[in-house]
DNA sequence: TACAATGTGTGTGGTAGCGCACATACCGAA
DNA sequence: TTCGGTATGTGCGCTACCACACACATTGTA
């Protein structure tokens, strides 16, 4: 059985057209990404880029005073470090695995060229993926301001499920209230809850969920929103409303 | 005097070079920008693109409630409508003009034709702009999680008087609360303390900021990070992170 | 000058989430 | 098997904010 799974299994290098991918092949590097490190820290000036096959990233902004408070989410569905073609080589948060698993690592440098090349696709993708980001960021601002620690509870959840290969995450209550900017007996009242309700079964560190239709009409719209407008911005034939009209190759693999 | 102000007051528009400017004139239109307008909203596909000279617009996001919620601001440093050149054509928030004057319109296929000039200013520029606005969504989601209603109010003060041109903003307090995503009455109590303290004195929906540095003191830090950012973001000669080597001419007039 | 619309001040009770202090349960290593 | 670290449960007082209700003041308009 192979060592690292396979980058095809990131969804931006698998919807790159045939010869784009083999540009970039060389140059990508399989990494681990156990649990807990962190890949940049605020205002480090990026060397490469991350694409997830099986892990899930946080963007999480860390206050003067410790306070934390995750941005948006990253998995198999796009990349880490968009500051790297976006221009402005760092970011003010920082990033930090949340789900351990692998990721494909690609210098900085490659991924500019590749994102000027003639061949605009990867730019297409870049930019796209960059919108459905944004999309994330001004829902969790959203959602921080109008919504319950319980509906936010069931928000993130489905959010790292969306970004894992079963229905089983491993997060302590601690790191989840980390991520959600909010008092860890906060989040055990909210899983408590649920757990009651047989939507979830949890045990030191371990949670699965049981009934997702459940666990989506508990959470807040925020959910749903994302989904919907992440879906829509990587479906495979973009609309007539992108840049050039010139159509990617379905993925080859 | 001139009935629309010079369209390189807005800050995009001045830093392009001069051909580029030359190239995208023809296809400006002033366009007068009234307070409350709706410039696009949520889902819109995005015909134009639009370059405030002296006006500020919000994007908000209105929720299925009707509760709404701030998720940023553009002033003539920046542009609304990055959707167009993102690649999704709408977004799922509304854009609203927050404080009146007027802004250059330009066709969003122009603007992708800039965006992809073999040029690349335009892209740059877009594209650095777009990480402020990034940033500043970032920092307001954690805000929203953290900060208390006076904070964020200052903060909010802050963030519209370094895009207006004096130290008076025209605002009702029930405007702001729904920018806030808070209370009127909130808000209310909030620029109350803030008078109390001679820091801003306000009259019927205008509000004159008396003591700013006072206001960044009373301010989280929020405000202080994402003006950092915008100004690393938009200074006139970029870091050599930037995708092409090939510099900026300093902007004409 | 009357009047309605608009903008602001204030009070009262209710609640979600906080900070803190512990208690308890589980698990792996010596 | 004991023990210490880790994960979770629970209670208590506190505060910021909410929802609602209403008073009052300013402003433009009839």
New interface residues.
Partial sequence: MPEHPSPWQNHILAALPAAAQERLLPHLTPVPMPLGKVIYEAGD??EYVYFPTDCIVS?L?V??NG?S?E??VVGKEGMVG????????S???RAMIQSGGSAYRLP?QRL?DE??HQD?SMR?LM??Y??A???Q??????C???HTIDQQLCRWILLSLDRLPDNRLSMTQELIANML?VRREGVTEAAGKLQKLGVIEYHRGHITVLDRPAMERLSC?CYA?VKK?TD??QSPL??E????ARPLNSLSR
Avoid: C, D, K, W
């Fill in positions: 000036n990026l963007l902004y206050m003067e306070a408070a941005i948006s968009i500051a790297v073609f976006m221009g402005g080589g970011t003010p948060s900085g500019r994102f000027n605009a297409m930019l796209r960059t919108q980001l944004i999309t960021m001004a829902q969790t601002a959203v921080n301001r109008h900017g719209e929103v407008e829509r911005l973009p609309p409303a992108t840049v050039p």
